[in-house]
């Protein structure tokens, strides 16, 4: 039996895509411990009721805050050594840098999951931009040079990880099949006869969805009836959508639902499932869409090809074309057969490729948990 620390940089993700891990964790006899900001009330609730142990634990999360990261780097120190956590479990850029270094300082080994690159691996302008790349690139590696295993959700991710110089020790590569998706949670659910096309995202440029309220104006025009709809939080980042933004999409008739706590309700009113993504870990919005057997339009990019086979459960689109990304969607949204047919292959992919119980299994026997 270990002490196993869960890291992560928001609990409303942490609740979604880290509790069936934390259960099989828990299921093989370990001590569970999850720590994100702002984890407390029902997210702390929900992680208690399942045997683990919920940790409050402050981090900026979006901006670039050295005194921030230094205390954050300095409470997990403390919180490792104070709950005598043997290993930790760390995802995204921040957790898995400060969380990886506090780790070696405390004594306990650790791991990096690297659940897509992000921002600071997409090309930018601008000396500023440029030199917080390198920054956090170096971090990285110091990183990665303190963890026993870092772990990927697709090749693309690995190879530039690798090739920006953030691991040293290729040895330390584990590849996984995304977070994985709960088949009973998102169960098969017929598709709606009308086109309502949906995209569940963090409202970044990089989710694509400039490209998205450009290519929507010729999808309703070239099908009468469509419905267009994005769902997700308002970020604070740099590469974050605006609020004014965001207005002037839904005065073009676009419908914005918000931050969902229950995606499934928006997934079982879609037809086809929408995420035209510069890069990607794996997707989950993919993935629970492709459950309950939504077809899927999305970017040949680094982390959504892997979820899409052109033709058989949807489209792949080229980056940052929304003349192209029009053309899928007009396609299923004119054509009823064709959705139930892709529809039907996406739950099978799912099914055979991303079941959580087996991804979950797999990544712990990996790592030795």
Same mark, same amino acid.
């Given at each position: 039996?270990?002490?196993?620390?869960?890291?992560?940089?928001?609990?409303?993700?942490?609740? /979604?895509?880290?509790?069936?891990?934390?259960?099989?964790?828990?299921?093989?006899?370990?001590?569970?411990?999850?720590?994100?900001?702002?984890?407390?009330?029902?997210?702390?609730?929900?992680?208690? %009721?399942?045997?683990?142990?919920?940790?409050?634990?402050?981090?900026? %999360?979006?901006?670039?805050?050295?005194?921030?990261?230094?205390?954050?780097?300095?409470?997990?120190?403390?919180?490792? %050594?104070?709950?005598?956590?043997?290993?930790?479990?760390?995802?995204?850029?921040?957790?898995?840098?400060?969380?990886?270094?506090?780790?070696?300082?405390?004594?306990?080994?650790?791991?990096?999951?690297?659940?897509? @690159?992000? $921002?600071?691996?997409?090309?930018?302008?601008?000396?500023?931009?440029? =030199?917080?790349?390198?920054?956090?690139?170096?971090?990285?590696?110091?990183?990665?040079?303190?963890?026993?295993?870092?772990?990927?959700? /697709?090749?693309?991710?690995?190879?530039?990880?690798?090739?920006?110089?953030?691991?040293?020790?290729?040895?330390?590569?584990?590849?996984?099949?995304?977070?994985?998706? /709960? @088949?009973?949670?998102?169960?098969?659910?017929?598709?709606?006869?009308?086109?309502? $096309?949906?995209?569940?995202?963090? @409202?970044?440029?990089?989710?694509?969805?400039?490209?998205? !309220?450009?290519?929507?104006?010729?999808?309703? !025009?070239?099908?009468?009836?469509?419905?267009?709809?994005?769902?997700?939080?308002?970020?604070?980042?740099?590469?974050?959508?605006?609020?004014?933004?965001?207005?002037?999409?839904?005065?073009?008739?676009?419908?914005?639902?918000?931050?969902?706590?229950?995606?499934?309700?928006? =997934?079982?009113?879609?037809?086809?499932?929408?995420?035209?993504?510069?890069?990607?870990?794996?997707?989950?919005?993919?993935?629970?869409?492709?459950?309950?057997?939504?077809?899927?339009?999305?970017?040949?990019?680094?982390?959504?090809?892997?979820?899409?086979?052109?033709? @058989?459960?949807?489209?792949?689109?080229?980056?940052?074309?929304?003349?192209?990304?029009? %053309?899928?969607?007009?396609?299923?949204?004119?054509?009823?057969?064709?959705?139930?047919?892709?529809?039907?292959?996406?739950?099978?992919? !799912?099914?055979?490729?991303?079941?959580?119980?087996?991804? /979950?299994?797999?990544? =712990?026997?990996?790592?030795?948990?």
């Amino acid at each position: 039996m270990a002490r196993i620390l869960i890291n992560g940089s928001h609990a409303h993700y942490l609740y /979604n895509f880290r509790s069936a891990l934390a259960e099989e964790m828990i299921r093989r006899g370990h001590e569970v411990h999850v720590a994100s900001p702002e984890l407390r009330g029902e997210f702390a609730d929900h992680f208690r %009721r399942m045997g683990a142990i919920p940790h409050d634990i402050a981090l900026k %999360r979006t901006k670039v805050s050295f005194t921030g990261d230094i205390l954050y780097y300095r409470s997990m120190v403390r919180l490792i %050594r104070e709950q005598r956590i043997d290993f930790v479990l760390n995802y995204t850029i921040k957790p898995n840098i400060w969380g990886s270094l506090a780790a070696q300082k405390a004594g306990a080994r650790s791991a990096s999951m690297v659940t897509g @690159l992000g $921002f600071a691996f997409i090309e930018r302008s601008g000396v500023i931009r440029k =030199l917080t790349q390198k920054i956090a690139q170096g971090l990285y590696r110091l990183a990665t040079n303190a963890n026993i295993h870092v772990i990927f959700q /697709n090749p693309d991710d690995r190879d530039d990880f690798i090739a920006a110089g953030c691991l040293n020790e290729t040895a330390k590569v584990v590849m996984v099949n995304g977070s994985g998706i /709960n @088949l009973d949670q998102f169960a098969l659910t017929a598709l709606p006869d009308r086109p309502v $096309f949906v995209t569940i995202a963090r @409202l970044l440029h990089s989710e694509g969805l400039y490209e998205l !309220a450009e290519a929507s104006r010729a999808v309703r !025009a070239a099908v009468p009836g469509t419905r267009i709809r994005i769902a997700g939080m308002l970020d604070t980042g740099p590469d974050a959508v605006t609020r004014a933004e965001l207005d002037e999409w839904i005065a073009d008739g676009i419908e914005y639902l918000g931050l969902l706590d229950d995606v499934r309700p928006a =997934l079982a009113e879609a037809s086809v499932f929408v995420l035209p993504s510069w890069r990607e870990g794996t997707p989950r919005t993919v993935l629970e869409a492709m459950a309950m057997g939504r077809p899927i339009v999305t970017t040949d990019a680094p982390g959504c090809r892997e979820t899409t086979v052109d033709g @058989l459960n949807g489209r792949l689109v080229p980056l940052k074309d929304p003349d192209a990304l029009a %053309r899928a969607m007009i396609e299923l949204g004119s054509d009823a057969g064709l959705r139930e047919r892709m529809g039907a292959a996406s739950r099978k992919i !799912a099914q055979d490729k991303y079941d959580v119980h087996q991804v /979950n299994a797999r990544l =712990l026997d990996q790592i030795g948990l």
